[in-house]
């Protein structure tokens, strides 16, 4: 009986459970295989000298051991030398695992990774419904948005004071520095003033101030006192102030309330101007970057900047916490797009589409790099561990060759004995 019966098959890791019902599967089909093969030659021993029908009997029992040995030794090849024996053409996948590799690598992109099929596959699976049946059950939300504040809390963390002010200090004043600013921000005033956008700030530059100059008129008659001629008596200083506090807040009021006053128009006009100025005329365009220079280049510059961000970003991990405002908006964000994901046919089609472009662009241009991880991964493998993982998987099926090799040798032995006697 060939010595692989008694070969034991050893991972060189620990079996998952399907591996180790696998490895008992396969050891079953080689029970079944090699018990055909017992019988066979117990059945052509007990038929050698036999006459008659025993004689066809004897042929079919011979016939089927040729058959089971010869199957046996071609599955056994694949993984081993039969017997230990250092037969040439043996032991194909360990000596050949790099070739295979390759050779599975190819056949994946050539049939699999294919821009068409990957397409095909992602719409059918339904990225968005699927996305949006996980987003809507309980709980699901909250783990993303917790997931993904803890990982924002932890970049925000990771970014340092120093790091911000050397951004700001080494890439950013450079880079605004460099660029001619005058012709932009003329353009970005131009628009304001066209939109009206401008009209609101206006509004309540002047209510803010209608409402200081009402609760700080002593304020305003110490200015008063401070620039009046020392010789004027301080009853007519009283009435002056008095009369211009009162003549300013008068027309602060009309400011506010007119939409159209002259002042407002007088600003419009200004600011028009500055615009033009800043985009056609060389003189306030070198103004402009000289200020922007003296701007750039104080110290206070990054100093506020680093503040600016340090006060943002303890902003936003207080809000990333467990009841901050922002992560129980995220949550129902995350909730309500699930919803959305589930009920609006043109989202989901749109979402679907961009899962699938994204999926086959990927594949088209890197298909072949990510497919390398088959051979990568057979590479590092040992030449008797691959044949083991191999025969693991199929070894099971491959046994049926040696059955169907045991049936179909006696089978053809009978015919041939059948022919030969006739």
Not at 296 to 315: D, E, I, M, R
Not at 335 to 363: H, K, M, P
């Amino acid at each position: 009986m060939p010595a692989e019966t008694t070969t034991s098959f050893a991972m060189p890791a620990e079996l998952s459970a399907k591996d180790a019902e696998r490895r008992r599967s396969l050891r079953r089909m080689r029970v079944v295989a090699t018990s055909l093969l017992v019988v066979a030659a117990i059945i052509f021993v007990l038929t050698r000298d036999g006459e008659g029908w025993l004689g066809y009997v004897n042929a079919t029992a011979e016939a089927a051991m040729v058959g089971a040995i010869a199957d046996w030794f071609a599955v056994t090849a694949l993984f081993r030398h039969p017997l230990g024996l250092p037969i040439p053409h043996t032991a194909i996948i360990p000596r050949r695992k790099e070739s295979l590799g390759e050779s599975l690598q190819d056949f994946v992109v050539d049939n699999f990774l294919q821009p068409g099929v990957v397409r095909e596959r992602v719409l059918a699976v339904g990225v968005a419904d699927r996305a949006g049946q996980w987003l809507q059950e309980p709980g699901h939300a909250e783990r993303l948005v917790r997931a993904g504040s803890r990982i924002a809390a932890h970049g925000l963390d990771r970014i340092s004071d120093e790091d911000v002010e050397s951004l700001v200090r080494d890439v950013m004043v450079p880079k605004l520095s460099a660029e001619p600013m005058g012709p932009a921000i003329g353009q970005m005033i131009t628009e304001i003033v066209k939109d009206g956008a401008h009209t609101g700030l206006v509004d309540l530059v002047a209510e803010e101030l209608h409402r200081w100059l009402l609760s700080n008129e002593a304020e305003v008659a110490q200015i008063v006192e401070q620039r009046a001629p020392w010789w004027t008596p301080q009853w007519v200083d009283d009435r002056v102030a008095s009369r211009l506090h009162l003549e300013a807040v008068r027309w602060v009021a009309e400011i506010r309330d007119d939409p159209q006053h002259r002042a407002r128009a007088a600003f419009d006009h200004w600011l028009g101007q500055l615009a033009h100025d800043l985009q056609f005329d060389e003189a306030t365009r070198e103004r402009a970057d000289r200020l922007k220079e003296r701007v750039l280049h104080q110290p206070q510059v990054v100093l506020t900047a680093v503040s600016l961000w340090t006060s943002l970003k303890g902003v936003l991990s207080e809000a990333l916490t467990e009841d901050g405002l922002l992560r129980r908006r995220a949550v129902e964000e995350v909730e309500n797009l699930g919803r959305r994901l589930r009920e609006d046919d043109r989202l989901a089609a749109r979402v679907d589409d961009l899962a699938a472009d994204v999926a086959s662009y990927t594949v088209e241009r890197h298909g072949h790099e990510l497919a390398t991880v088959i051979s990568a991964t057979v590479s590092r493998w040992d030449g008797v561990e691959t044949a083991q993982r191999i025969e693991l998987h199929v070894g099971r099926d491959l046994q049926f060759i040696r059955i169907n090799g045991t049936v179909v040798g006696g089978l053809a032995g009978l015919v041939i004995h059948t022919l030969a006697h006739l």
